[in-house]
C-alpha cells in the first residue's frame, strides 16, 4: 500500500534540492551516511542561493558543496564533529565548528535551533513503509521533526538496521524521495596498532573483567584493545558505545560478545552511529543482535551508567599536570569534537564497578620534528578543555597508569609525571614547582 505513495514522492536529486531556500538551515550527512546525489545537486544551485547554512560531521569524503563554493558566499559548512578533511576546512575559514556534547544535540535540535530541510541518505524502504537511517541514527528523528521538508537519499548498499527507536523514518513522514541505487558506504580506514598503543592497551586489558560492558573510541589504540579482547580469555562481555567500529566485530566474531550481564538492552549492542570498513557494514546489515539508538539514549550518563562495569576507553592529545584533558584542539586550532568523550567519562564513574580510562603516547612530534611530552604543565593555549580535571579516572601511557580520582593537587603532579617520558620528567617537575603543585614525597 505505500508503494504508490513511494512512486509519487519520487523525483531526481535536481528537483528535490528545489525545496532549499537562501537563509535556509540544512540538516545533511553525518559520517558514512552522506547524500552524494543530494550534494552533488545543491553544488549545482549555488547562483542561485545565498546564506544556505549546512550542518553535518565527520566528513568521510570530498564535498560537492565545499568544493563549488571556496570562499564561501553561498554555502557556510558547520560541523558537529570535525573529521580530518572538515579540520583543514576550519583552518582555511571553509567550515565551522559548534562546540556541543554530542548527547545533547538532539535536544538541542528539538528546542533551539532552526531546521528547514532534512537531506539525508537511509536504506530501502520497506514493506511497511518505513526507511532505516542505516548506520547512523544520531539526531536525524529530532532534526525530522522541526523541518519545513525532508529529503531521503536511497542507497541499495546502505544496511537496514535494527533498533530501540528513532531509527527509522516513515515514507509519510518524507517529502521527496531519490534513488541513488547501489552507491556503496565511505570507508573509513583503521589505522594498524603501533607498539606504544599496544603496550597502552595491555596496561587496560586487566582491568577489564567477564562481563564488563565495553565502549570504545576511534583510533589505532582501541583498534589494539579489540584486538587483545578478541584474542583473550574474556567472555561475556557486552557492548554501549557512541560509535561502532571494526574493532568490536572481532570481539563478536570471537566469541567474547554475548550482552547476558548488561542492565540496558541485556543480549544487545547498543550504539548510535557506526563507521569503518565493508566487514563492520555487512556485519551491521538486519543483525538482530544490533540496538541503534539516538545519541541523547546511548550517550546520557544515566542511560550508559545503569550498565554495570561500564569500561570507557578513549585517547586525547594533551593532559595538564592538574588532569585537564585536551581531546579536541591543538592550541586553538579544532582537531575534532567534543564528542561523547565526556558523556562516557562520567557514563563509566557512575557505573557499579566501572572505570574510565584516557590513553595517550607520552609524546609527539611537532612541525619542526622535534619531539614534545603530551604531560605538560598548562595546556597548549587555546587548547579546549574537554574533560574536566574532577571527572577524569585512569590515565595510561606506554610508561604506566595513573588513577587520578580523589588526588589532591600535588598528588596528581606527583602521578602524571610518573607516567611520561623520562626524558621530561625533570622539566615537569620544574613546572610543577612554579605552578605551587610539587611536593617532595618520598
Not at 238 to 251: A, K, N, P, R, S
Not at 278 to 292: E, R
Amino acid at each position: 500500500m505505500y508503494i504508490e505513495e513511494y512512486r509519487k514522492k519520487c523525483v531526481s536529486a535536481d528537483e528535490a534540492v528545489k525545496v532549499v531556500r537562501s537563509g535556509d538551515w540544512v540538516e545533511f550527512s553525518w559520517a558514512a551516511n552522506m547524500a552524494c546525489l543530494l550534494e552533488e545537486a545543491l553544488a549545482r544551485r549555488k547562483e542561485e542561493l545565498h546564506d544556505v547554512n549546512i550542518r553535518a560531521a565527520v566528513l568521510l569524503k570530498s564535498s560537492a558543496i565545499l568544493e563549488s563554493d571556496p570562499t564561501g558566499e553561498h554555502f557556510t559548512w558547520n560541523s558537529w564533529h570535525l573529521s580530518g578533511s572538515e579540520r583543514k576546512l576550519v583552518q582555511n575559514g571553509q567550515a565551522y565548528y559548534i562546540p556541543i556534547k554530542y548527547s545533547e544535540v538532539p535536544r538541542w535540535l528539538r528546542e533551539n535551533l532552526q531546521t528547514d530541510v532534512v537531506a539525508i541518505q537511509v536504506a530501502p524502504m520497506d514493506e511497511h513503509g518505513y526507511f532505516s537511517f542505516g548506520v547512523t541514527i544520531s539526531h536525524y528523528a529530532a532534526a525530522i521533526e522541526k523541518a519545513r521538508a525532508v529529503i531521503v537519499e536511497v542507497n541499495e548498499d546502505m544496511p537496514s538496521i535494527h533498533g530501540g527507536y528513532d531509527h527509522v523514518v516513515h515514507i509519510s513522514k518524507v517529502d521527496y524521495v531519490v534513488e541513488g541505487g547501489h552507491r556503496g558506504l565511505p570507508v573509513l580506514p583503521t589505522a594498524p596498532p603501533s607498539e606504544k598503543d599496544k603496550t597502552i592497551a595491555a596496561y587496560v586489558m586487566p582491568e577489564i573483567k567477564n562481563g564488563a560492558c565495553i565502549q570504545l573510541g576511534i583510533g589505532g589504540m582501541p583498534n589494539a584493545l579489540g584486538q587483545m579482547i578478541a584474542e583473550s580469555n574474556l567472555k561475556n562481555l557486552g557492548i554501549h558505545t557512541e560509535m561502532l567500529v571494526d574493532g568490536f566485530v572481532d570481539m563478536v566474531l570471537a566469541g567474547k560478545v554475548n550482552g547476558k550481564c548488561k542492565q540496558l538492552d541485556r543480549g544487545r549492542i547498543t550504539f548510535s552511529f557506526a563507521a569503518g570498513t565493508q566487514k563492520l557494514y555487512d556485519f551491521m546489515k538486519n543483525n538482530p543482535v544490533l540496538a541503534g539508538y539516538p545519541v541523547d539514549y546511548t550517550n546520557h550518563p544515566c542511560n550508559a551508567s545503569r550498565n554495570e562495569n561500564l569500561i570507557s576507553i578513549n585517547s586525547c592529545l594533551e593532559i595538564d599536570l592538574t588532569g585537564q584533558v585536551c581531546s579536541e584542539s591543538a592550541g586553538s586550532n579544532m582537531m575534532s569534537g567534543s564528542g561523547g568523550q565526556l558523556d562516557f567519562v562520567e557514563a563509566a564513574y557512575y557505573s557499579k564497578g566501572g572505570k574510565s580510562f584516557i590513553c595517550l603516547p607520552s609524546t609527539y612530534k611537532d612541525k619542526q620534528g622535534q619531539i614534545k611530552s603530551r604531560i605538560k604543565g598548562l595546556l597548549t593555549l587555546g587548547a579546549v578543555v574537554t574533560d574536566t580535571r574532577a571527572t577524569i579516572h585512569y590515565i595510561v601511557t606506554e610508561y604506566g597508569m595513573v588513577n587520578l580520582k580523589g588526588l589532591s593537587t600535588w598528588q596528581r603532579a606527583e602521578a602524571l609525571i610518573s607516567i611520561a617520558h623520562p626524558d621530561f620528567r625533570e622539566e615537569l617537575i620544574d613546572e610543577a614547582k612554579k605552578l605551587k603543585i610539587w611536593r617532595q614525597s618520598h
